[in-house]
Structures are given as C-alpha cells and as structure tokens.
C-alpha cells in the first residue's frame, strides 16, 4: 500500500500525490482515508465522489464537522458533472444559506475547476 498513490486535495494537511506513508505519518485512519479517498477520486472527476463529498459535509459525517458552504460546493460539482441527486441536494442545502454563503460555495466551486483544469 505505501507505493500506491492519492491524490489528496482540500484542508488534510497532506500535499497533493501524497502515498499512504504520507496520510499515515500525518495520523489520518479511518474516517480520514474515506475522505481522501472521496477526494482523490474527486479529484480525477468522479461525480459519485464530489457528491458523496457533498453528503459529508452536508451531514457532519466521517470526522468532518458539518460545512454547508463546502457541501453547497460539492453539490454544484457534482450537479456540473451530471450527478442526478446533486443539484436536488444543492437546492435543499441552500434554503438553510444566506447569499452570502452561497456566494462563497460558489466561488469554491470555480476555484476547484480551474485548479483541476490547470492539473490535467
């Protein structure tokens, strides 16, 4: 496993491309691997991922404390990238947002994509 690579992205406190060895000298098991692992695949454009992504964070589940601006983030990613459930899930986390909230998801959102854009 300590060759195998991921490709970490967020708040994790690893590097992107971090190996296994990387994610365990930073104490991150369990939950924390489920999360990476979303984000990895995510990562490379998995819509299953950044909607799973957005039900994390949604929900507060998995370790990571609920952040409804990053799920509003999640949601749209994976809405634009033609997940069904997405953009229904988006729409009901929205009406607990103030715009200003929604504004900042958003902007999140265009961050990810260039910076993916610019990876590939």
Same mark, same amino acid.
């Given at each position: 496993?300590?060759?195998?690579?991921?490709?970490?992205? %967020?708040?994790? *406190?690893?590097?992107?491309?971090?190996?296994?060895?990387?994610?365990?000298?930073?104490?991150?098991?369990?939950?924390?691997?489920?999360?990476?692992?979303?984000?990895?695949?995510?990562?490379? *454009?998995?819509?299953?991922?950044?909607?799973?992504? *957005?039900?994390?964070?949604?929900? %507060?589940?998995? %370790?990571?404390?609920?952040?409804?601006?990053?799920?509003?983030?999640?949601?749209?990613?994976?809405?634009?990238?033609?997940?069904?459930?997405? %953009?229904?899930?988006?729409?009901?986390?929205?009406?607990?947002?103030?715009?200003?909230?929604?504004?900042?998801?958003?902007?999140?959102?265009?961050?990810?994509?260039?910076?993916?854009?610019?990876?590939?």
């Amino acid at each position: 496993m300590g060759d195998a690579w991921i490709r970490l992205v %967020g708040e994790t *406190g690893v590097r992107a491309n971090a190996t296994f060895a990387d994610v365990d000298a930073a104490g991150m098991t369990g939950d924390d691997l489920v999360v990476a692992a979303c984000l990895g695949a995510a990562a490379q *454009g998995d819509t299953s991922a950044l909607f799973d992504l *957005g039900v994390v964070y949604s929900t %507060g589940s998995h %370790g990571v404390p609920s952040d409804l601006v990053e799920a509003h983030k999640w949601f749209n990613l994976a809405a634009v990238g033609g997940h069904e459930e997405a %953009g229904f899930c988006r729409a009901d986390i929205s009406d607990e947002m103030t715009a200003r909230e929604i504004a900042e998801a958003q902007r999140r959102a265009r961050e990810w994509i260039a910076a993916s854009r610019r990876a590939a």
